[in-house]
Structure formats: structure tokens, C-alpha cells
């Protein structure tokens, strides 16, 4: 079974930025998807930025849309989460999670963290004023 560990976490201030990873051991065969969820103290866990292998197409959150890009390095087998300009509501803890599918690619789905099967442990974010 796929696992991931996050690393990259910290705390910065309101406007900086931080790059999260993942490292994917076992990937499974094939295509497969990834992204990043994150859940805030009180809150339900919500996706970010998930992305298709298949295509290499991405689903973004609205509330993160121009200011966090996701990326996958097939050859290091690491998933990347830039994250700019951040603002204190971004202060998660964010995981990295995967599923073989299948799944109807539209965001609506694809950023329902119940759509995937793999987690990682979390890395925590916290941006302050």
C-alpha cells in the first residue's frame, strides 16, 4: 500500500510563504490520485489541490486559487504544495492523501476528503498577523 510522509510544515507570518512535501513510497501501478487536505482547529478537513497522474490536471480550492500550486516529481516520487501569500485562515494541519479511484474528476468530488483511501500523518501550518 501507497504511503506518504508531509514535511515542510512551520510557522510563518501573514504574506510569506512555505512549501510543503510529500514523499510517496510505494506508488501504486498506474494512475493514481493525490492532493493536499487540511483541517483547521473546529473544522471538518477540506481539500486544497489535487491532482490526476493520468493527466497531470489539478483541482484547486477556491479559497486557495493563485496563491498555492501543487506539483508531482515522478522521478523523486514527491508531491510539492507552494503556498504563497498566506493569510492566517491557511493555518491547517495539511495531509497528504491518495486514491487509485476510481473517481468522477470534477472538483466537487475530487476535493472530498472522504475520495481518499491513503494518508499521510499531517504536517501543521501556522500563519500569524
Known amino acids: 500500500q501507497v504511503q506518504l510522509v508531509e514535511s515542510g510544515g512551520g510557522s510563518v507570518q501573514a504574506g510569506g510563504s512555505l512549501r510543503l512535501s510529500c514523499a510517496v513510497s510505494r506508488p501504486p501501478y498506474g494512475w493514481y490520485f493525490i492532493g493536499w487536505l487540511r483541517q483547521a482547529p473546529g473544522n471538518q478537513r477540506e481539500g486544497v489541490a489535487v491532482l490526476y497522474t493520468g493527466s497531470g490536471t489539478i483541482h484547486y480550492a477556491d479559497s486557495v486559487k493563485g496563491r498555492f500550486t501543487t506539483s508531482l516529481d515522478g522521478a523523486k516520487n514527491t508531491l510539492y504544495l507552494q503556498m504563497n501569500s498566506l493569510k492566517p485562515e491557511d493555518t491547517a494541519v495539511y495531509y497528504c492523501?491518495?486514491?487509485?479511484?476510481?473517481?468522477?474528476?470534477?472538483?466537487?468530488?475530487?476535493?472530498?476528503?472522504?475520495?481518499?483511501?491513503?494518508w499521510g500523518q499531517g504536517t501543521q501550518v501556522t500563519v500569524s498577523l
Open positions: 492523501a491518495a486514491t487509485l479511484g476510481p473517481m468522477r474528476w470534477v472538483p466537487s468530488v475530487a476535493l472530498e476528503p472522504n475520495q481518499y483511501n491513503s
